[in-house]
């Protein structure tokens, strides 16, 4: 994907998200969250710290599964996804990590929330 599409892609999601959730999210990481919670299936609730990080490595395990670097393992019994990895990450900048985790949202929604 050639960062000028890329940009341009993310800044219509972001304009979706935000006629649907009412709100413009800030940055990719409030869009992991928001993924975080949409995979987690339990709805709007007050999450500690903690849970909000966990949810955005949900969202992250979920998103790079597009690419087969992690799968799903399960649920615990609290209905959390649990991922392992299976294979490693590419090695990339942090640059190219947020273009990657980027194209790999807007995959996301594009194949499994705006269908």
Known sequence: MEIENLAQRWDI????LEQTIGKKPVDLNA????IGVQ??????QFFTK??????MHIAI???LSFSGIYE????DQDGWPHWKLVQ????VNVVE????????????FETEVFV
């Open 13 to 16: 999601l972001l304009d979706k």
């Open 31 to 34: 869009v992991l969250f928001l």
């Open 39 to 44: 995979e987690l299936g339990k709805g709007h």
């Open 50 to 55: 903690e849970q909000k990080q966990d949810l």
């Open 61 to 63: 395990c979920k998103v």
């Open 72 to 75: 799903l393992e399960g649920t």
């Open 88 to 91: 490693p990450l590419p090695f």
């Open 97 to 108: 990590q947020e273009k990657l985790l980027k194209a790999h949202v807007i995959e996301y």
